[in-house]
């Protein structure tokens, strides 16, 4: 962990504290108008610290820059504002000078506050301005990090939602998708055994191609992708299934992101998945179907057949189906852990637990095969129809990602997947 710099002086601290105190009361009917809007920013250090964090109403997350000057954080209002202050909660990584700036269009700015001797700390800026976006643009840091905060929090009246005017005859479902078929199978895990490759069962990779056990988000940024849409670098992948001990693929992966199992006013507060983010769904090692109540088998166009934990027995004519849910609840900080799972969590009572209080898109994963008959013929990579399991690997664009979050989920809305309705 990189160690921080203290303030600089118990001068400064007073000042500060003066300084948030008079602005405290000059603010103290403002309404804050920027909690879950859109940010976006001029660079992040790292997938774990991106822009959604500071206007995401948590302290425990922040967003932090490359260690350059300048920098910039931004915030989309959704609608103009009369904005009359800005708090900044900085963490021990700040910036000396920095502007603030307003904006109607997002090209034209007016600076409302300018400084070149910041103090960092949490502090709370009168300023009087209108406009759609706000900017916090620094120039001159004061460590040697980049510049970090664990909340921009815009106050004022007006604003608005940041999501687009419901258009008629719109399908009201938080949804939009990625269409990715069948890529290549190795016996490899980036999540689960990084840099050992044949470690593992044999998978069957989706999305991003050449991936392997060597693979990080760097490289799948920068790999073709099969996905529609191509903007889509994330890897998905699966234990691969055999019928007679034939290996057979998917005739198509669809992967749904979505916003349900919790209130609509918390998927009105869904942040984009981070970049980087690890998700395993479903148990590899489960010894029976009371293992894993997550992952389901049906039957495509035969109903009557029901679901089951385990392969179930299709009709000719029809195809087998898997049906996957990842978890949507993230804890806001890691993008893996040391077990893979305990970062996420299910919803409890339509609602996210306190320890992972982030709603994300959740992710559905639905696998069609070209197989029916007798399931006694079936088996996965890793068992038994009761150890499916899946595995993702966010490589999502930052703003491709916050795009759909904004005009499909928050609005609940169903998008294509050009991420439109």
């Given at each position: 962990m990189r160690k921080r710099p203290l303030l600089a002086g118990t001068v400064a601290v007073v000042l500060a504290t003066f300084v948030l105190a008079v602005a405290n009361q000059a603010s103290a009917a403002d309404s804050l108008i920027s909690q879950g809007k859109t940010a976006t920013a001029s660079s992040t250090e790292s997938a774990a610290f991106p822009a959604s964090n500071a206007v995401d109403g948590n302290g425990g997350t922040r967003w932090s820059s490359a260690f350059s000057d300048p920098q910039w954080l931004q915030v989309d209002l959704g609608a103009s504002a009369t904005i009359t202050s800005v708090r900044l909660d900085w963490e021990a990584a700040y910036a000396r000078s920095f502007s603030l700036r307003v904006s109607a269009n997002g090209s034209s700015w007016t600076t409302v506050y300018s400084t070149t001797n910041g103090t960092g700390g949490d502090q709370t800026l009168t300023v009087s301005g209108t406009g759609r976006y706000v900017r916090l643009e620094t120039t001159v840091r004061a460590t040697q990090w980049g510049v970090?905060?664990?909340?921009?929090?815009?106050?004022?009246?007006?604003?608005?939602?940041?999501?687009?005017?419901?258009?008629?005859?719109?399908?009201?479902?938080?949804?939009?998708?990625?269409?990715?078929?069948?890529?290549?199978?190795?016996?490899?895990?980036?999540?689960?055994f990084p840099n050992l490759p044949g470690a593992s069962h044999m998978h069957s990779f989706f999305g991003a191609a050449g991936v392997n056990a060597f693979s990080t988000v760097d490289s799948l940024l920068n790999a073709n992708s099969n996905c529609n849409p191509s903007v889509d670098k994330s890897s998905y992948w699966i234990p691969t299934l055999y019928q007679n001990d034939v290996a057979v693929e998917p005739v198509t992966g669809i992967f749904y992101y979505l916003g349900e199992g919790v209130r609509d006013d918390l998927i009105a507060q869904t942040q984009p998945l981070p970049l980087g983010l690890r998700?395993?769904?479903?148990?590899?090692?489960?010894?029976?179907?009371?293992?894993?109540?997550?992952?389901?088998?049906?039957?495509?166009?035969?109903?009557?057949?029901?679901?089951?934990?385990?392969?179930?027995?299709?009709?000719?004519?029809?195809?087998?189906?898997?049906?996957?849910?990842?978890?949507?609840?993230?804890?806001?900080?890691?993008?893996?852990?040391?077990?893979?799972?305990?970062?996420?969590?299910?919803?409890?009572?339509?609602?996210?637990?306190?320890?992972?209080?982030?709603?994300?898109?959740?992710?559905?994963?639905?696998?069609?095969?070209?197989?029916?008959?007798?399931?006694?013929?079936?088996?996965?990579?890793?068992?038994?129809?009761?150890?499916?399991h899946g595995d993702f690997f966010n490589a999502w664009p930052v703003e491709e990602m916050a795009r759909r979050v904004n005009d499909c989920i928050r609005p609940i809305i169903k998008c294509g997947t050009n991420g439109r309705p």
């Open positions: 970090s905060l664990t909340e921009f929090q815009v106050f004022g009246t007006g604003g608005g939602t940041t999501t687009p005017t419901i258009p008629p005859g719109a399908v009201r479902v938080a949804e939009f998708l990625a269409d990715c078929p069948f890529s290549h199978r190795l016996p490899d895990d980036p999540i689960i998700i395993v769904a479903g148990n590899a090692k489960a010894t029976g179907p009371a293992d894993n109540t997550i992952s389901r088998w049906s039957c495509l166009h035969a109903g009557h057949v029901g679901s089951s934990p385990d392969f179930v027995n299709c009709p000719s004519g029809t195809m087998l189906e898997s049906y996957l849910d990842f978890p949507h609840c993230w804890d806001g900080r890691n993008l893996d852990s040391a077990d893979h799972k305990s970062h996420m969590a299910y919803p409890v009572g339509n609602a996210c637990p306190a320890s992972h209080p982030v709603v994300v898109p959740k992710l559905r994963q639905v696998m069609r095969y070209p197989v029916n008959g007798d399931p006694a013929r079936l088996r996965l990579a890793s068992g038994r129809g009761f150890t499916m």
